[in-house]
Each structure stands twice: as C-alpha cells, then as structure tokens.
C-alpha cells in the first residue's frame, strides 16, 4: 500500500517542523511528509526537502492554496502562527481557510492545533485583567478555541498545547543577565505551575496520533511533558548550566506594562496561568503524551538535548 501523505502547515517552525521531522525520522511509518511553506526555497524548506519531503508552497491567508496543498493527502496539522501579526481575527480567518480547505480536500484525519477559550474561566465583568482586542482576554488562545468550531464537522483531533521550553532560545524568554553577572527571571506567576513541553515533543504526540488514527477522531488531547514552578525551573538551569537563575515574580499589572510588543497579551496569559493553574493543568496531560510519545522528555532531558542554544 502507499504511504499516506500528511500536509503539514508550519512544517519550517516549531511545531509543523518537529511533526515533520517525526515523519521524516520514521521511514518505514507508513507515512510521508508534505511540507507546506509560502517559501519553498528558503533554507528550511530546502533542508525538508534535502530530508525526503514534498515541498508545496501555500498561504493560510489563500484557500485555494490551501486547498491544492491538502489535495490528494490523508493527514493535515493544521496551526496558525498569531505572533506573525498579533490579530484574532487574522487568525480566525486563517483557520477557517484551513478547515474549508480540509473539508474540499476530503482529507481523512486533521489535527488542529488549538488552545482553550480563557474566557470561560472568568465572568464577563472580571476585571482582573483587561480585554484586548475588544473582546478577548487572551487572543491568541481564545482565538483558537473559536476557531475550534470551524473544524467540527471534519475528522479532526483538537491538540491543546503547551509551552514550549524552546522559547528560551527563540522567543527571548531566557532569563537576562543582571550587572551582577546573575540571570533574573521576571514573570507573573507566582509560584504557580507553568505547563512546558519540548516543541519537538509536540511534533511527535501529533505523529503519533496521525499513527493511532481513528480512535483519536472527534478527541481532544491536551498535552504537557512536565509541570513546574518557575523558582524549580531556575534551580533546573542553574544546576545544568553552572551559572545562577534567579526567578523574581511580579504581578500582572506590572508585566503588562513592560512596553515590549505582546506584554498585555503575554501579562493576561501568564495571569491565566497563574490565576487558573488547576483549569490549565487539567487541560493538559503528561500521561496521554507519553502514551503517544513515549520519549516524552522532562524540562531536565530538555535542558541536556538543547544545552547550547540556550543563552545563558
Ligand atoms: N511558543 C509557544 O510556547 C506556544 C505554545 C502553544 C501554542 N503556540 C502557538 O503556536 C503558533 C505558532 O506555531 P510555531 O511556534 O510552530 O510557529 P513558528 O515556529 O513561528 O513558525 C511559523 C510557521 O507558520 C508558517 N506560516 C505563518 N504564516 C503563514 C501563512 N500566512 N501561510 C503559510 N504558512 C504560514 C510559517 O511558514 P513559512 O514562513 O515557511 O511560510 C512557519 O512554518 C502560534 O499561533 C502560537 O500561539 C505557541
């Protein structure tokens, strides 16, 4: 029998890329990977292709595109990336291409990677944090927990995620260098949990549940590979990186007044975190990614694998 085609969206980022590598890592899976990118010749996607995946250019912002690159494939991940413009509904219309396109396609099992709906954990008149964009309290999850809507319907797995440990190293998350030589770690998070996972990790709960197949449809799997408060994940770096991490934990208010591009998005995220640790961690478990992914790894074995990228 051939082996089944699965598009990925986002294959040249964190998460489509470690679904594509999953695949690509897996030759005898039974699968095969096509990469979808508005850029089949940027380094990325010539690498993929280097690998053994199809490379197909496509635009979320196109559904037409969308549409051929789902042609012909029994498997689409399906995210959107908020970050590239910081709008909710850019990002609601994006997915809707996605389902749409998924949906004329016929494609036989989707996976959709979404976030819950931080809305429902607070009344509409809470004012412990400030709506953005109207009427979102975090946009870029309630954004997704929308969109959810659009994909009912479609044989679609719903993939809540986490976050990822790899923003240390790509979102500028990693604690800064203080004139003490010390890193500080400023977050509103008290000493609260922070779900975290490898974004590699992601990519393979994803390839396992294209695998599994079947019994995953119409499921939502929310996923983490381990839960810590922030002062634990300092004394991780510190011990594995030799220098000294300190966490200093602020309130929201304050965080959300840093200035930088996303602070009010990212104050609200953290604030939900921290407000809701029991509702988020709920929503999220080891156990069903390790059933997936069995190298599930721990922040520890993350720390170990991406020691040289992370800059402290
Ligand atoms: N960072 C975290 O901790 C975290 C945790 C949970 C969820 N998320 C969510 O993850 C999403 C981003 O995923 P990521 O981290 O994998 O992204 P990423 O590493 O920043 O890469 C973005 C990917 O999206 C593709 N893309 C963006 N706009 C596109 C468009 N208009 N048409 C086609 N492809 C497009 C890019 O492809 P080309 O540039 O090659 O076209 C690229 O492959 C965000 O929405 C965020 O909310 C992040």
Redesign the pocket.
Known sequence: MADKIIAV??????????LASAILNDRNGGFTCRA????PN?D??RELAAKGAEVVR?????RASLEKAFAGAHGAYC???????FSAEK?KA?AKHLAEAAKAAGVKHVIW?T?EDTRKLMAAGDTRMPMLQQKYRVP??DA?AEADAYFQGLPVTFLV????W??LY??GMAPKKGEDGNYNWTLPMGNKRLAG?A?ED?GKVAYGIFKAGQQYVGKTVGITGENLTLSEMSQKLSAALGVDVTYNAVEPDAYRSFGFPGADEMGNMFQVYRDFEREVLGARSAEAARSLDPELQSFDQWIAKNKSKIPL
């Open positions: 969206v986002g294959a040249t980022g964190s998460q489509g890329g470690a979808i990118t508005r850029d940027k990325k996607a496509a635009d979320l912002d196109d995210v959107t990336n908020f970050w590239e413009h990002e994006q990677s976030l870029h999850f997704k995620t986490s976050f990822y790899d923003n790509m979102f996972i974004a992601i």
